[in-house]
């Protein structure tokens, strides 16, 4: 007699559901979840456009002209000090502009991007308590510098659910693998159902695109007769062992895997778009990264993150200003592109746009030429679902390093982000380990000021 384990393997080869089921597995109670709206939303999706590494503000969205002024120096009372040893000020290759009717400065890096000044807020006194990649990462993702933690993706999901069941309610597009990796979309304590759902879109090709959607059976109904055995040794033993999060989230995820065979692989297709959408996002990674997180959200997919790259391409320790054009060359026309388009298409309004890393850089030189990590002070905006655009709110220093006025951290950006979205980051708890968590623990404020 084969194993139980063998023996849906084999009967797995035949669906492709049973390799699926982790991909999938983020859905299977999506569509079961909380529904805590505690107020009217202003959001109904949220799209995370990460720039993994750090970007650094000064170049960007937070002009400092007192860096050139003051180049290679370190101005006597100016508050530098950094967890490295870091040299005199190095000056933004950037140039500044106030762009649309706002006025709002942004970089001639950034020329394309800059004709949607009046849709962002710009969050310029953001900061956040670790210098280092890895629990910065956390931080900003799960909240926690600790590898506990639920991720935002997994809270967001926890208390909307879904509005397409045919779809995971949170997927993570990265061409490549970022620092920390799964613990950024992990669900932790919570349900496995929220876990986010990881597409590596380096190769568009479907079968590499959405391993295991597609199975070997001939027809539908031979598939339905695999899974509806599959589904009934997943119950007897669920019976056997007593309550089992992750196996019940199994047992769900094959149903949704087997109704979202069609759905996933059309959503994921970009050949579906026109050439004139394709030539407006442009090419590489990350554009198709853009176009496929407007694709996902049409059609119900809650929270989209599309990392920018592999690793850490924003972590510019050496050569910096060299890649920091490269870089928004990279991303100028794709992020343009996908706020130009989710207003045409009337989705913007109820659609909230996130943009940033999980910190900024130093205003002072690293290696001669390049910038260490900061976390005292860096930049982030926000477009859509309730935002106030056309404006910047907080300020940091003369010198772009320490975020000194109206200060936001990174609890107080999740609680908004809740906020935009019909829920009062209080009140959305889960019971674990004898206590109630939440995705700003005892910290957050939603920050009116910057709502429409």
Not at 136 to 155: D, E, F, K, V
Not at 266 to 271: I, Q
Not at 276 to 287: D, I, N, Q, R, S
Request: charged share 20%; aromatic share 8%.
């Amino acid at each position: 007699m084969l194993p139980r384990r063998s023996l849906l393997q084999t009967l797995g080869g035949g669906m492709g559901l049973l390799g699926a089921a982790p991909f999938f597995a983020s859905e299977a109670l999506g569509g079961t979840g909380s529904n805590v709206v505690h107020f009217a939303p202003r959001a109904k999706r949220v799209i995370h456009l990460f720039m993994n590494g750090g970007p650094f503000q000064a170049d960007l969205f937070d002009p400092k002209p007192l860096l050139e002024k003051y180049a290679g120096q370190r101005p006597d009372g100016a508050n530098l000090r950094t967890e490295r040893p870091t040299g005199g000020l190095l000056p933004s290759v950037a140039k500044f502009y106030q762009r649309g009717q706002s006025g709002l400065p942004v970089s001639d890096l950034l020329p394309r991007l800059g004709e949607h000044a009046d849709d962002i807020c710009v969050l310029r006194s953001m900061h956040a308590d670790n210098p280092n990649h890895g629990p910065a990462l956390m931080q900003m993702n799960n909240g926690t510098i600790l590898p506990t933690r639920p991720s935002m993706g997994s809270w967001f999901l926890y208390g909307l659910g879904t509005e397409n069941e045919n779809l995971p309610g949170y997927v993570v597009l990265c061409p490549g693998r970022p620092v920390r990796f799964a613990e950024l979309w992990t669900s932790s304590f919570l349900p496995a159902a929220y876990q986010g759902t990881y597409v590596n879109h380096a190769d568009l090709t479907p079968s590499k695109l959405i391993p295991y959607l597609q199975g070997d059976a001939k027809t539908p109904a031979a598939q339905r007769r695999q899974l509806d055995l599959m589904q009934r040794l997943n119950t007897m033993h669920l019976q056997q062992r007593g309550p089992d999060n992750a196996l019940e989230a199994r047992i769900a995820s094959l149903e949704t895997a087997f109704r979202m065979q069609s759905d996933a692989s059309e959503a994921f297709d970009l050949s579906t778009e026109t050439e004139a959408t394709k030539e407006a996002y442009g090419k590489g990674h990350y554009a198709n990264g853009c176009l496929l997180a407007r694709r996902l959200v049409e059609r119900g997919v809650r929270f989209v993150q599309v990392y920018y790259g592999n690793g850490q391409p924003w972590d510019t320790h050496s050569k910096h200003n060299d890649a920091v054009q490269n870089l928004c060359k990279d991303i100028d026309q794709p992020t343009a592109a996908l706020l130009a388009d989710l207003k045409q298409r009337g989705m913007l309004e109820d659609t909230l746009v996130v943009w940033g890393g999980e910190f900024g850089r130093t205003p002072t030189t690293e290696n001669g030429d390049g910038r260490d990590h900061n976390h005292h002070g860096f930049t982030m905006w926000l477009a859509g679902g309730g935002v106030r655009g056309g404006m910047s709110y907080g300020e940091t220093d003369e010198f772009g390093f320490r975020a000194v006025e109206n200060k936001v951290h990174v609890h107080d950006l999740h609680a908004t982000i809740l906020h935009l979205l019909g829920i009062n980051h209080e009140k959305l708890t889960f019971h674990y380990a004898g206590r109630d968590y939440r995705l700003t623990d005892v910290h957050g404020r939603v920050v009116q000021e910057i709502l429409a």
